[in-house]
């Protein structure tokens, strides 16, 4: 069956520590992931794109990679604030579907 | 721009009782959705529109129906509410997923919080 599994279901890091989030899927062929946040009532925000034929995508603090060999995607935020406490939803798309959302991970950065 | 706006922003319903939520965009989008999200279950995606008349069915689509009469409007309807349809419910809308370029990237409304009884 196809599923799509974001890891962890809640990550606790101090301030300026790097947090790993990571994003595994089965028996999808995305032909990309998006990484969204969402606060608490609130939407999601898009955050990140990243394409079947890229390996790492950057923007500020944060980092996306994407390895179709082993099905996963990890998101990296570095030098992590309080403010970056939230839940991450990761999303997948095979070429012309719709997006399929991952539970989401919540993180939460203590200073 | 407002962006993605839904109304209202919580509704309470007995059991039996329909309603419509109601989303718009400004964004001039084609494509536009609606997901629930329930606690452990992540969004899921209800219905979803290609475009102005276009509406299709997405994962979780029994109890509810859609209409997208105009391209920047997209309703969802209950006709018979039901305690398991308490939810929270998220329109989004993006300009596209088809063609080399698309990436529908989605943006979502504020969400709209729904009790049945």
């Known amino acids: 069956s196809q599923k799509i599994e974001q890891n962890s279901e809640a990550l606790n890091i101090q301030e300026g520590k790097t947090a790993t989030l990571t994003c595994n899927y089965t028996n999808y062929s995305p032909a990309y992931l998006q990484w969204y946040r969402q606060d608490p009532g609130r939407g999601p925000v898009f955050l990140l794109l990243i394409r079947e034929n890229e390996k790492e995508k950057r923007k500020e603090r944060l980092k996306v990679t994407f390895d179709t060999t082993l099905k996963q995607s990890l998101f990296h935020i570095t030098a992590s604030q309080p403010a970056d406490s939230a839940t991450y939803l990761c999303?997948?798309?095979?070429?012309?579907?719709?997006?399929?959302f991952g539970k989401g991970t919540t993180l939460s950065v203590s200073s | 721009n407002a962006g993605v706006t839904q109304t209202p922003k919580f509704r309470v319903l007995k059991t039996g009782q329909s309603m419509t939520l109601l989303c718009a965009q400004d964004?001039?989008?084609?494509?536009m959705y609606w997901y629930r999200q329930d606690p452990g279950m992540g969004l899921r995606l209800i219905h979803y529109s290609v475009g102005e008349g276009t509406t299709a069915k997405g994962e979780v689509p029994d109890g509810y129906n859609v209409s997208r009469l105009k391209k920047q409007n997209f309703l969802l309807g209950l006709e018979s509410a039901a305690p398991s349809q308490t939810s929270v419910y998220f329109c989004?809308?993006?300009?596209?997923?088809?063609?080399?370029?698309?990436?529908?990237?989605?943006?979502f409304g504020p969400g709209t919080r729904l009790t049945v009884l």
């Open positions: 999303a997948l798309s095979e070429a012309g579907t719709a997006l399929i």
């Open positions: 964004m001039n989008h084609e494509y």
């Open positions: 989004a809308s993006s300009y596209s997923y088809r063609g080399l370029a698309a990436t529908d990237t989605q943006y």
